[in-house]
């Protein structure tokens, strides 16, 4: 770390906040029930890898790829229905 702290000071202008803003904080925590289905994804693909699918396997990643579908279909439609341009 101490070969980076020279240069750190040139990248990062100081007085710079270094945390995210509460828009930033915001914006993670809309998108959060799409990481969340994603994972749930992950896992249930990452399931399948190591065995033969069985007919249940097969639906449970059938159902949580739906609902990363369905997540992605509501945060568009939530992006859509916001005024351009951040007016409130």
Known sequence: MFII????????????????????LLAVEAEM????AEVEHLDAYITLLDR???EIDM???RRTNN????????LANAAARRPAGGAA
């Open 5 to 24: 702290s020279p240069i750190q000071g040139n990248l990062i202008p100081r007085g710079t906040e270094r945390e995210p803003s509460d828009a930033e």
């Open 33 to 36: 029930p799409l990481v969340l």
């Open 52 to 54: 033969v699918p069985s």
């Open 59 to 61: 639906q449970r990643l």
């Open 67 to 74: 609902r990363v579908l369905a997540v992605r279909r509501d």
